[in-house]
Antibody, heavy 117, light 114 residues
Framework: EVQLVESGGGLVQPGGSLRLSCAAS????????MSWVRQAPGKGLQWVAN????????YYVDSVKGRFTISRDNAKNLMYLQMNSLRAEDTAVYYC??????????WGQGTTVIVSS | DIVMTQSPDSLAVSLGERATINCKSS????????????LAWYKQTPGQPPKLLIY???TRESGVPDRFSGSGSGTDFTLTISSLQAEDVAVYYC??????????FGQGTKVEIK
């Protein structure tokens, strides 16, 4: 069964850092682009970042450029999102997704990040 | 960047009736390399992650009931639920994946039972 499990969310103060992880199973992780998508409380979906199979191409939404870093470890079937200089507006559920034909084919259950003092 | 706009923001439809959601992009999503429209539709029920329904604008994901269909090309797209069922109550999002990211979503359309 294809599965994505996010972890690492929590409560952090403004300006702080968190690292989210996404554990993948049930498919050949190294063969797929992977993405992070977030959803602020009561709001819609926001695409955040994605990373190519070998990590050679990476893209971010403008609002996180310079603060967030996406990475992956294909040997461990893990994807990461390092989030620095966190702001209140980064408060959201963060979803890990597997791309297929560029669409977001499989979604994890999400991990919650709350940025508050 | 391409902007995605859905309409309406919400709609109420009677059980068994048709529901139609529109999605408009600020530029064409038709890829000349494969003649496909780079657009997907997702369904999200409360407390759950989104689920892929449609990709390439009209290709139904495996396991998605055939009452769901996607249509359109270029900049104008439609998701149609031909006969609304109770389990279709959800928020529906379109998203483009044309060119390089970012790939924004539409703002979402909430579908309820009338």
């Amino acid at each position: 069964e294809v599965q994505l499990v996010e972890s690492g969310g929590g409560l952090v103060q403004p300006g702080g850092s968190l690292r989210l992880s996404c554990a993948a199973s049930g498919f050949t992780f190294s063969g797929y682009w992977m993405s992070w998508v977030r959803q602020a409380p009561g709001k819609g979906l926001q695409w955040v970042a994605n990373i190519k199979m070998d990590g050679s191409e990476i893209y971010y939404v403008d609002s996180v450029k310079g603060r967030f870093t996406i990475s992956r470890d294909n040997a461990k079937n893990l994807m990461y999102l390092q989030m620095n200089s966190l702001r209140a507006e980064d408060t959201a559920v963060y979803y890990c997704t597997k791309e297929r034909s560029r669409a977001l084919h499989i979604w994890g259950q999400g991990t919650t990040v709350i940025v508050s003092s | 960047d391409i902007v995605m706009t859905q309409s309406p923001d919400s709609l109420a439809v009677s059980l068994g009736e048709r529901a139609t959601i529109n999605c408009k992009s600020s530029q064409s999503l038709l890829s000349s390399s494969n003649n496909k429209n780079n657009l997907a539709w997702y369904k999200q029920t409360p407390g759950q992650p989104p689920k892929l329904l449609i990709y390439w604008a009209s290709t139904r994901e495996s396991g998605v009931p055939d009452r769901f269909s996607g249509s359109g090309s270029g900049t104008d797209f439609t998701l149609t639920i031909s006969s609304l069922q109770a389990e279709d109550v959800a928020v529906y999002y379109c998203q483009h994946y044309y060119g390089n990211p970012p790939w924004p979503f539409g703002q979402g359309t909430k579908v309820e039972i009338k």
